[in-house]
């Protein structure tokens, strides 16, 4: 089992700054790939970007470079937490912000969520 909490969330005008953290507890040594989705109100879940155990990672592309260049996923595997750094947000960046964490042997786990709220 796999237990993952998020924090970082937050209101922010539009331009600012937020970094998103989620720490894993539980058979951490499991997990393959991190990911960071989104939900706006009204929406379907998304995936925002993803990280592998050896560090590559992944940004969405739809729309098309929604957030390359303003975000930034990385991890700390010594502090079991991975982050999302996100620059210059706009207000459609507005969502609840989910963890997700996928085993090798293909389970997902998931997160509480956290609030990014952007005013323009």
């Known amino acids: 089992q796999v237990q993952l909490v998020e924090s970082g969330g937050g209101l922010v005008q539009a331009g600012g700054s937020l970094r998103l953290s989620c720490v894993a507890s539980?058979?951490?040594?499991?997990?393959?790939?991190m990911s960071w989705y989104r939900q706006a109100p009204g929406e379907q879940r998304e995936l925002v970007a993803r990280?592998?155990?050896?560090?590559?990672?992944?940004?969405?592309?739809y729309p098309a470079d929604s957030v390359k260049g303003r975000f930034t996923i990385f991890r700390d595997n010594a502090k079991n937490t991975v982050y999302l750094q996100m620059n210059n947000l706009k207000p459609e960046d507005t969502a609840v912000y989910y963890c997700?964490?996928?085993?090798?042997?293909?389970?997902?786990?998931w997160g509480q969520g956290t609030q990014v709220t952007v005013s323009s």
């Open positions: 997700n964490a996928l085993s090798t042997y293909g389970i997902a786990y």
């Open positions: 539980g058979s951490f040594f499991s997990i393959n790939v």
């Open positions: 990280i592998t155990s050896s560090g590559t990672t992944y940004y969405t592309d």
